[in-house]
């Protein structure tokens, strides 16, 4: 740390966490709203290439699988919401 007090720190990061904590609350309604669902295939890539050099246990790679989940159906989530926020006629390009 930088001579910063636990108080301060937390003071600090407070905000930004609470953020995070409100975007990944929001896409998680949309994803069960829009009914957003994730390939299992995808899930087992996206784990395996997080484990990949690693030894983990059975219940390691079940928490990393539910973590991939989690992940990728808030992309979906995020990327349906610029679906539905950018006008059909705009020059904007998602990636």
Same mark, same amino acid.
């Given at each position: ?21 409100? @975007?990944? *609350?929001?896409?998680?309604? *949309?994803?069960?709203? !829009? ?8 899930? !087992? $890539? ?9 030894? /983990? ?5 079940? $928490? @990393? !699988?539910? *973590?991939?989940? $989690?992940? @990728? ?7 349906? @919401? *610029?679906? /539905?926020?950018?006008? !059909? ?7």
């Amino acid at each position: 740390m930088s001579g910063q007090s636990m108080e301060a720190l937390r003071t600090e990061r407070r905000e930004p966490a609470a953020s995070r904590v409100r @975007l990944e *609350l929001a896409l998680d309604a *949309l994803a069960v709203a !829009e009914g957003i669902e994730v390939d299992e295939n995808q899930v !087992e $890539r996206e784990a395996r290439t997080v484990a990949e050099g690693r030894k /983990i246990d059975a219940v390691q790679r079940r $928490r @990393l !699988e539910d *973590l991939a989940r $989690r992940d @990728l159906r808030r992309r979906a989530a995020g990327q349906r @919401l *610029l679906e /539905i926020v950018t006008p !059909e006629d705009s020059d904007f390009i998602s990636t």
